[in-house]
């Protein structure tokens, strides 16, 4: 069973963060992928995961990959969700401000919708996690 991509995205559209959970080890693999990412397992099922995590790792991209120019700059962090996997998304954060005493903090996890560059598969447009600080 294989949701895909397309599907992940178009539910973190919907505000739905979806993977499977592993019917055998009991791992989460987030975005979904056609077998367990702890085990190896196909015996897996698609799920709705909780849509917040923890922040482990930043970068902010001041030069950008060609077609993203006007993109530039922006964050990419790395998330550990509450459910286990790790997913990379983007940072709403001024990327200025966005230093190393970040690591550590609460997010949720939502749903950034990028224009549509040339070489881009998909031309309904990009959709990337977007990652929020929690006020603490």
Not at 29 to 35: E, L, M, R
Request: aromatic share 8%; net charge negative.
């Amino acid at each position: 069973m294989s949701a895909g991509f397309k599907y992940f995205f178009n539910e973190l559209k919907r505000g739905k963060l979806v993977g499977y959970k592993c019917n055998d080890c009991g791992a989460y693999t987030c975005p979904p992928q056609s077998v367990c990412q702890e085990c190896g397992s196909e015996n897996i099922e698609l799920t709705e995961l909780r849509n917040k995590g923890t922040l482990r790792s930043l970068t902010t991209i001041y030069i950008p990959p060609t077609g993203l120019e006007d993109e530039a700059p922006y964050t990419v962090a790395l998330v550990e969700t509450n459910d286990g996997p790790w997913i990379i998304g983007r940072l709403d954060h001024d990327p200025e401000k966005s230093g190393q005493d970040l690591i550590g903090k609460k997010v949720s996890i939502g749903c950034q919708e990028l224009h549509p560059v040339d070489y881009y598969p998909d031309k309904e447009g990009r959709v990337a996690p977007l990652f929020k600080l929690e006020e603490t």
